[in-house]
């Protein structure tokens, strides 16, 4: 079942200007992830929330964890044309290994130059 | 370096025939993951397995098969009983509650 849902499903912005994209999901997680995949290749793992952290950072990227309201945001500051890729987020509700993680419809980023 | 590799990255079957996949990674991980994805869509799993000589079923396992004799190793069958098997197939693999490491991925294309 699909529990994480990204949202928008496509943004096109200007290279220099923040992209911001939302995940929402429906039951307790143990941690959740956000993930990049470049046309016809495989996902790339980007960064990874407890669900005991509010906000974790790396580099450019910003993510936010709210429990209360089952949702994350991926913020992406500065863009780049190099930044066009899908971005998918996983939950994780912990039990043992990645066989639990579900991924979302993902959600399409174009940077433009 | 440490990876995932996935062969072919294209392959090409007729209806009707099986189709092999090839996974191999040598990150020394306990687990490896095949996954489907469809245009548009997210990755649905398809097999998983947390040991050699084991595996388990995930949500979409009808139509396929794998083995697991060597840890580095998790090749995925596609049957003739995959009712739809044109795809995007990944594999993943990882290290106890860590995230997943993927392979590039196999595109099959079945007419």
């Known amino acids: 079942s699909q529990q994480g849902e990204e949202d928008p499903q496509a943004l096109s912005i200007q290279e220099g200007e923040n992209a911001t994209m939302n995940c929402s999901y429906k039951t307790s997680i143990n941690n959740l992830q956000w993930y990049r995949q470049n046309s016809g290749r495989g996902l790339v793992h980007l960064i990874l929330i407890r669900s005991n952290e509010r906000e974790k950072h790396s580099g450019r990227l910003r993510v936010t964890l709210d429990t209360s309201k089952k949702s994350s945001s991926l913020l992406i500051t500065a863009s780049r044309a190099a930044d066009t890729a899908s971005y998918f987020c996983a939950t994780d509700n912990g039990d043992n290994y990645g066989q639990n993680f579900v991924f979302g419809p993902g959600t399409r980023l174009s940077v433009l130059p | 370096d440490g990876g995932i590799t996935q062969s072919p990255k294209y392959l090409f079957r007729k209806e009707g025939q099986n189709v092999t996949l090839s996974c191999e990674q040598n990150?020394?991980?306990?687990?490896m993951y095949w996954y489907r994805q469809d245009p548009g869509q997210g990755l649905r799993l398809i097999y998983y397995s947390q040991i050699v000589n084991d595996f388990q079923k995930g949500d979409i396992a009808e139509g396929y098969s794998v083995s697991r004799e060597k840890k580095e190793s998790f090749p995925l069958t596609v049957t003739s009983a995959q009712k739809n098997p044109t795809a995007f197939y990944l594999c993943?693999?990882?290290?106890?509650?860590?995230?997943?490491?993927f392979g590039n991925g196999t595109r099959l294309t079945v007419t």
């Open positions: 993943a693999s990882s290290r106890h509650n860590s995230p997943l490491h």
């Open positions: 990150l020394n991980h306990d687990a």
